[in-house]
Nanobody, 124 residues
Framework: QVQLVESGGGSVQTGGSLRLSCAAS????????MGWFRQAPGKEREGVAAITMDGRTTYADSVSGRFTISRDNAKNTLYLQMDSLKPEDTAKYYCAAEYIGRWRCSLRLDYPTWGQGTQVTVSS
């Protein structure tokens, strides 16, 4: 399996942008889908975006058109570019990885490997 470490969180105003990164280490050749998830205080964790090894993407409706997921397999790094941020995007953001090859990645919470998360706060 791999180890995942997120970075890039912070505080921004409405309409601002942030870029999250997730560095993977360990047995990175075994990863297939990687995804970003978030959990706001008092709410359940939810899927945000996911990407296959060769770049097919899946987005939650709430972020489609504002967020862009990408991965650099050579650098073992997953990214989430977040634009036009809203207060409702405030949450702790987690990256996750799985090891089963899929044509399209899901946003379900059954990924086996998770990072520790990075906080994103959007103020109005």
């Amino acid at each position: 399996q791999v180890q995942l470490v997120e970075s890039g969180g912070g505080s921004v105003q409405t309409g601002g942008s942030l870029r999250l990164s997730c560095a993977a280490s360990g047995d990175t050749d075994t990863t297939s889908c990687m995804g970003w998830f978030r959990q706001a205080p008092g709410k359940e964790r939810e899927g945000v975006a996911a990407i296959t090894m060769d770049g097919r993407t899946t987005y939650a409706d709430s972020v489609s058109g504002r967020f862009t997921i990408s991965r650099d397999n050579a650098k073992n790094t997953l990214y989430l570019q977040m634009d036009s941020l809203k207060p409702e995007d405030t949450a702790k953001y987690y990256c996750a990885a799985e090891y089963i090859g899929r044509w399209r990645c899901s946003l379900r919470l059954d990924y086996p490997t998770w990072g520790q998360g990075t906080q994103v706060t959007v103020s109005s």
